[in-house]
Every structure is written in C-alpha cells, then in structure tokens.
C-alpha cells in the first residue's frame, strides 16, 4: 500500500520560507510512469497545483507561483520536497503531495493526508 | 481554466446529479474527477473523462471530451454527498475547477 506523508512546519511567520518533505512508501519514487506532486488548498476553498517533479528531478510549475516555488526530489531518501519563499496570509493552507500516474489509472490517485500550514506572525 | 457548474447543487437521496465541467480550450479527454469529503484528501472517481477508477461504484460515470465535460450520479447515496473537482491533465499548468458542492435537499 503507497502511503505519502508531508511533514514540516504548522506556522510560518510572514516573508519566511515555507519548506515541507514528502515521505514516500510502500513504492519507490525512482520510477518512469509516475509524477510526484503538491497540491494546495486554501480553508474552505478550492484545489491549486503547485508544482511537480520526475525521479530525474525534472520540475514543472505553477505559472503563479514559479517565482517563489522549488521542488526537489531525493530518490535515496524517496521523498520529495516543497520550498516557498517569502510566504503571505493568502499562502495559509492544507498542502497536499501525492502521486500521479503516467500509465494505468491516470491522474491523481494517491494523496497524502495533508498539512495544515498558517502564515501569521 | 476549467470552469465547474453549478456551485452547489442540492439532490435528494436516491435522485440523478449531473454536474458540469468546461475547459477554456480542448483538453482532448485528459479530464479527471475528484471527490472530497470534509476532512479528507481529494479520492480520483474517474480519468480520460470516462473510465472510473477500480472500486469506485458503477453509479459514478464521466463523459464528454474537448472542452465539455459532465460526472453523472445515478442514485445519490448518502456517502455521496461531497465536493467534486474536475482537473485536467492535457497541458501545463494543471488546473481543477473551483468544485461542485453535492448536498442533501
């Protein structure tokens, strides 16, 4: 069974960086037809992609928010991180990673349980 | 930009929901639907507009392609009563719609 599991911080003050990792098991990150990913969503609104990274460390990302985003990936850890600078009041959120197909069952099928992150000094 | 309507939409158990979705330009069918229940990761119900993920029941089904897309409900059970987004996967950025909201009546 896949199990993703965001870990970091709860609060982040104003102009701080956000930094969270993605652990991944039951399956290796070192893989051709799957996209790692983060995924946000702000309180009671909707679902905003983030970003997303290959095992090659190939990155692609939000339009909106690509001058402050880096995902990385560490395939000897099997974990994948997220990193946003310069975090506002509009940045609080539940962030979320997960997996997304290549093959098979494509799309977005496996998520972590998500981690609330609020931006307040 | 994919555009879900309507916001909310009120059902009675046992009753059809359908539920839209429009992209901005064609997509092709590179469209997923999302479930999400308060408290909880969004769950994939459908991929390439149509094709319902294994153990998701027969009642949910998906249609359409290009730039109009619909996720029909037979017979809302009480478990159903959720928000759904659609996505599409076709070209970067990927984006969701802003979600329908499927409450009891």
């Known amino acids: 069974q896949l199990l993703l599991q965001e870990s970091g911080p709860g609060l982040v003050k104003p102009s701080e960086t956000l930094s969270l990792t993605c652990t991944v098991s039951g399956g290796s990150i070192n893989s051709d037809i799957y996209y790692w990913v983060w995924i946000r969503q702000s309180p009671g609104k909707g679902l905003e992609w983030i970003g997303t990274v290959y095992h090659t460390g190939t990155t692609f990302y939000n339009p909106s928010l690509k001058s402050r985003v880096t995902i990385s990936v560490d395939t000897a850890r099997n974990q994948f991180s997220l990193t946003l600078t310069s975090m506002t009041a509009a940045d609080t959120a539940v962030y979320y990673c997960a997996r997304r197909s290549l093959s098979g069952e494509l799309g977005i099928g496996y998520w972590g349980q998500g981690t609330l992150v609020t931006v307040s000094s | ?105």
């Open chain 2, 1 to 105: 930009v994919m555009t879900q309507s309507p916001a909310t939409l009120s059902v009675s158990p046992g009753e059809r929901a359908t539920l839209s979705c429009r992209a901005s330009r064609s997509v092709s069918y590179n469209v997923a639907w999302y479930q999400q229940k308060p408290g909880q990761a969004p769950r994939l119900l459908i991929f390439g507009a149509s094709t319902r993920v294994t153990g998701v029941p027969a009642r949910f089904s998906g249609s359409g392609s290009g730039t109009e897309f619909s996720l029909t409900i037979s017979s809302l059970q009480s478990e159903d009563f959720a928000v759904y987004y659609c996505q599409q996967y076709d070209n970067w950025p990927l984006t969701f719609g802003g979600g329908t909201k499927v409450e009891i009546k």
